[in-house]
């Protein structure tokens, strides 16, 4: 079962606040940034793969949840001062990740998680490396990257004086990694940027907007915290996911509002106002995705956004047809869990992605009302998804009303 002290402390991530000395025109936060670093990851990642170099995708998952990890409980520490302290002070910012690692200990009952994350922070605090991985690469020039745009889009709104050094600083920095061809795409503005600046979108839409609520969460956070959960519950099932079915759950996850980013959020109440009308948005979200989205996407992983994207929460396979063309296939969990958990069928667990989505819902909305911020709406949600999930009903292994009910006990 997950860990809730766990779920709950990840949450806090939609709780820091990004450039709080500068003019700001939108929140800026934490989890907003962790989801568009992986997006910004995968792209740079999938430019690599398509020159035949290989990405180890399960080290970036996870050295993206832990670096989520360690930001929040070094919120207070901004982060040109604690890079000042990896080079100046190197014993002392190794103990200060000791510290951290100290501090999940004790919410964290996952020993094999705690093992993999107290080895993201002992190759964080080794100053003596000069070589990096291709991988590591990426994720750092991703996380450049993500930290560019976000001064890029206050920029506007500070004077210049207070925000040239530090584009300048990261400007230099990220050139660094322009021998990466989506790095250089980004840097030229082709494409790629085109297609991260519509998903930049769901960084500016508000979750249940019909409503106040602490804190309030994007669409683009909210897919981040969807595909850490979708990780975490995957790992609940004690089951050894292939590689593909690891990347593909994660990705899933991430990606499964992108078609918001063109159609904006319709809230669940909406969608199912008539029998006809969930079918008829989603016809419409195809359509304009294809309009808008899939130009901006490179033949390297259009397809596999797509895949990402269409038929979002179903168990799902690709098979190969006799002319060669793959297509989608609904699969039963039992069917993925033993006769399709192999890289060659790129299995993936989309009604744990619901069930990750669910709870994030969920805890948006019970969180709030903890908070003394409630409403109908709130408690209305709340309250729908508890009745949509029967007693013992088990979710591609997981129960999920125990889910729920260990989120809401105090």
């Not at 793969?49 to 832990?66: K, N, P, Q, V």
């Not at 994720?139 to 004077?159: D, G, Q, T």
């Not at 805890?363 to 709030?368: G, M, Y």
């Amino acid at each position: 079962m997950l860990d809730k002290k766990f779920i709950l402390k990840i949450f806090e991530g939609f709780s820091i606040q990004r450039w709080n000395d500068l003019v700001r025109p939108f929140d800026l936060v934490e989890m907003d940034k962790a989801a568009e670093k992986m997006v910004s990851a995968y792209i740079i990642g999938k430019y690599e793969e398509s020159e035949g170099r290989e990405i180890d995708w399960e080290w970036m998952i996870y050295a993206s949840l832990f670096d989520l990890l360690k930001k929040i409980m070094l919120s207070d520490i901004k982060s040109p001062v604690q890079q000042m302290i990896r080079e100046k002070y190197p014993e002392e910012y190794k103990k200060l990740n000791e510290w951290v690692y100290s501090k999940y200990e004790g919410i964290i009952s996952d020993a094999d998680l705690l093992a993999r994350f107290s080895d993201f922070l002992e190759l964080d605090s080794n100053l003596t490396r000069t070589e990096f991985t291709l991988t590591e690469r990426v994720f750092e020039a991703a996380h450049k990257f993500s930290s560019l745009r976000e001064l890029e889009m206050i920029a506007p709104v500070n004077e210049k004086v207070r925000i040239e050094k530090i584009h300048g600083e990261l400007s230099e920095n990220l050139n660094k990694y322009a021998d990466l061809k989506g790095v250089a795409l980004l840097l030229e503005r082709k494409l790629p940027f085109q297609f991260i600046m519509k998903t930049e979108q769901l960084r500016f839409q508000t979750r249940w907007n019909q409503t106040p609520r602490v804190p309030e969460t994007s669409v683009l956070g909210h897919c981040f915290f969807v595909a850490v959960g979708t990780l975490l519950l995957l790992r609940s099932t004690g089951e050894k996911p292939c590689p593909k079915r690891l990347f593909n759950d994660f990705f899933s996850a991430l990606f499964h509002d992108l078609p918001e980013s063109v159609t904006r959020d319709i809230i669940s109440p909406v969608k199912q106002a008539t029998n006809e009308l969930p079918g008829i948005v989603k016809q419409i979200e195809d359509e304009i995705v294809q309009a808008e989205l899939v130009p901006l996407m490179d033949a390297s992983y259009v397809d596999e956004i797509l895949y990402f994207t269409n038929d979002e929460f179903q168990n799902r396979i690709l098979v190969t047809e006799l002319d060669g063309h793959k297509t989608a296939q609904a699969v039963s969990y039992e069917e993925l869990r033993d006769n399709y958990n192999s890289d060659v069928y790129s299995p993936v667990d989309g009604k744990l992605v619901r069930l990750a989505d669910h709870l994030s819902a969920f805890i948006e909305a019970d969180s709030s009302i903890k908070y003394g911020i409630t409403s109908k709406q709130l408690t209305g949600g709340r309250d729908n998804i508890l009745k949509s999930y029967l007693s013992g009903t088990k979710i591609n292994g997981i129960d999920a009303m125990q889910l729920f009910w260990s989120i809401m006990e105090d």
